[in-house]
């Protein structure tokens, strides 16, 4: 038997998805959807957009309105949708090469004017769909198709990327903390603005084996042994922080929205006729 | 209520035109020769509950107008050189998700960075086949400003009826020059709008059309029906496909519904054409240029008339090749250094002698330079 969550808001009959064995992203899509099954939106006031790559996969499998773009330019389009009609909710889904590297300008952008999107980037360290090549996201010293001697360029921290960029909520769970993904998700969408939530995924196919990282369960042990919370960090000392990485909600602010800001010009014109 | 009559430039009436055709979404990014259509945008559309937005680049104004257009708006950007050649990308989704939207791109002297501030009309190629791919586009382009109203209102027509990318070719010169435009009265300026859909939400195949009529109704993100979309090949259900069959069907069906329809699509002019020998070919301002250096040879007592395509793409090919026939000599005058004049030579080479003349050094091409063209041949 199905589950409720895949058989009220997936597209059935678009399943199975394309995603290897192993790969987190299947675990971050359903904590998405479970996150606005409890929130209780109706299905026809949320568009999800994505750009190119493994983890853009994800709307076709949905049932809301959906919208599978170009490489990296999903917040442009979507800043189009959500200034067409504000009462939408939308959610962008994006990878890390697509969301970092050829979205990047988008990216700052779209945070910089705190327009309401919610913006999930499955991160994986990798492009996945083209075969194992490394991404703004792969760490320094790792391999890909394209570093076979060691990556060499620093890697991103997409989280104060964006909160620096602007973002006003701001969050990194991953693909072991599902109920965390939950529940960042839950609130960046009702944070009125933009709203930016790392997913740490997994891909034993391509950064796995490049890297000798293991199967798919050591990645996942890795997530669950590597990751610690801000909030139990903050009680922690520097041993025990050392090599680790944080995650939960790192940074929320109530911020003028762009499209109440726009709206608020039309208003004026509204009156004096 | 009366006619308002105006002086302004090209840019202006450009916006004027696309607010009168229903324009409610602009998104863009400055560059010269185009800017001054995003500052009217931005000054005019919150006034007609309109929405404006200035892009991070232009990449990102194409995505937005897209996205607008998707969720219900009449949306429109406009470019010079380097942007369109930016916006290429986008262009290629509007055409195969079948978005209607208006670009503007006011040519200017390339290649690259090229003569920011002059004309030119070196774009004409770039208009039909900049973005990759075999795909459907329609390209207007005007000679005046009244024109310029009128073609703005056209294309958001045109890119609804057939839901297609519209590109509105202007150049430097007639973006910038002043002209007296009488505004015709809303109630004489015809406005379509995309075909809606009339299903059941549940039934509705965003690329399902009926009978002979090759455009699918569209609906809106946020009306209910739940569709998806996408820029890869994909079947009447939206949903990518790997079928070289539903490749075939809808590859076909997107280059057709543009070529079944260039009756409707297709306009021009004829000046002077009824027993000229010599025919000139000319678009946009080098066409004003034309008129005139055809004025001064009929007083000579040669036999020259205009063809001017006001649709360049697709081409008028009935039309010239019947023109080919009755004339000795086809010039076609373009401020590049030849490509139209490739077209023009496919369809007519066979019945008549085909000329260039053409430049790309950022000055007008003068009546006078055209007679003595005219003079030569």
Same mark, same amino acid.
């Given at each position: 038997m199905v589950s409720g969550l895949i058989e009220k808001y997936f597209r059935y009959n678009r399943l199975p998805h394309i995603w290897c064995p192993g790969c987190g992203h299947g675990i971050i899509l359903r904590s998405i959807v479970k996150a606005i099954d409890e929130l209780g939106y &109706?299905?026809?006031e949320i568009c999800v957009v994505s750009g190119i790559g493994c983890s853009s996969r994800a709307p076709g499998y949905l049932d809301f309105n959906t919208l599978h773009t170009t490489h990296g330019r999903a917040l442009a389009f979507a800043t189009g949708i959500k200034m067409a009609n504000p009462n939408l909710k939308v959610i962008v889904i994006t990878g890390d090469g697509d969301c970092a590297a050829i979205g990047g300008n988008h990216l700052i952008h779209a945070a910089r004017r705190n327009i309401d999107i919610t913006t999930i980037v499955f991160n994986n &360290?990798?492009? $996945?769909?083209? $075969?194992?090549q490394y991404s703004p +996201? +792969?760490?320094?010293g790792e391999k890909g198709t394209t570093a076979p001697y060691g990556n060499i360029d620093k890697n991103f921290d997409l989280c104060e990327l964006a909160k620096a960029a602007g973002a006003t909520y701001v969050g990194r769970a991953t693909a072991y903390h599902a109920k965390l993904i939950t529940e960042l998700v839950k609130s960046g969408i009702q944070n009125k603005g933009f709203s930016f939530i790392e997913t740490v995924s997994v891909c034993p196919t391509y950064y796995g084996r490049k890297n000798k990282k293991g199967d798919a369960v050591n990645m996942m042990k890795f997530l669950k042994d590597n990751a610690i919370n801000i909030k139990a960090a903050k009680s922690s000392d520097a041993e025990r922080l050392n090599g680790k990485f944080l995650i939960g909600e790192f940074y929320k602010s109530i911020e003028p929205e762009y499209t109440d800001e726009y709206n608020k010009i039309i208003n004026i014109f509204q009156k004096e006729r | 209520m009366d006619k308002k009559v105006k002086l302004m430039q090209g840019n202006e009436a450009c916006v004027e035109g696309a607010i009168a055709a229903g324009m409610r979404f602009f998104a863009g990014y400055p560059i010269t020769p185009s800017t001054e259509i995003a500052e009217i945008s931005a000054q005019k559309l919150p006034r007609v509950g309109g929405k404006f937005i200035q892009m991070e680049d232009e990449i990102a104004s194409m995505a937005a107008i897209i996205g607008a257009s998707l969720t219900g708006l009449k949306s429109m950007t406009a470019t010079s050189g380097p942007g369109f050649s930016l916006k290429q990308e986008n262009i290629g989704y509007a055409s195969i998700a079948e978005v209607p939207c208006v670009i503007v791109n006011v040519q200017r002297g390339g290649p690259s960075t090229g003569l920011p501030t002059s004309p030119a009309q070196g774009d004409v190629m770039q208009a039909r086949w @900049? !973005?990759? @791919? =075999?795909h459907p586009i329609i390209a207007l382009t005007p000679s005046s400003v009244r024109e310029t109203f009128d073609l703005t209102i056209r294309s958001f027509n045109l890119s609804e009826k057939y839901r297609v990318p519209v590109i509105l070719l202007l150049d430097e010169v007639i973006a910038h020059m002043r002209e007296k435009i009488e505004i015709p009265n809303e109630d004489d300026i015809e406005i379509i709008n995309r075909e809606k859909p009339e299903n059941d939400i549940g039934e509705y195949r965003p690329y399902e059309t009926k009978g002979e009529r090759l455009v699918p109704p569209m609906a809106s993100y946020g009306e209910g029906y739940r569709f998806h979309v996408t820029g890869l090949i994909h079947d009447e259900t939206g949903f990518p496909s790997n079928s070289p069959i539903v490749a075939e069907k809808l590859i076909k069906r997107l280059i057709d519904k543009i070529e079944v329809n260039k009756e409707d699509i297709i306009s021009f002019e004829e000046y002077n054409?009824? =027993?000229?020998e010599i025919a000139i070919v000319a678009f946009g301002s080098t066409a004003r240029s034309a008129k005139s250096a055809i004025d001064m040879a009929r007083d000579m007592g040669i036999k020259a008339g205009l063809f001017r395509p #006001? !649709?360049?793409?697709? #081409?008028a090919d009935e039309e010239i090749d019947e023109l080919s026939k009755k004339v000795k000599t086809i010039i076609v005058v373009e401020m590049n250094l030849g490509q139209y004049v490739y077209e023009v030579e496919r369809i007519a080479g066979k019945n008549c002698n085909v000329i260039g003349f053409g430049r790309a050094n950022g000055e007008l091409i003068t009546p006078d330079e055209i007679l003595d063209k005219i003079k030569e041949v």
């Open positions: &109706n299905k026809d &360290n990798i492009y $996945g769909m083209t $075969g194992g +996201t +792969t760490p320094k | @900049g !973005t990759h @791919g =075999d054409l009824d =027993d000229a #006001i !649709t360049i793409w697709p #081409i």
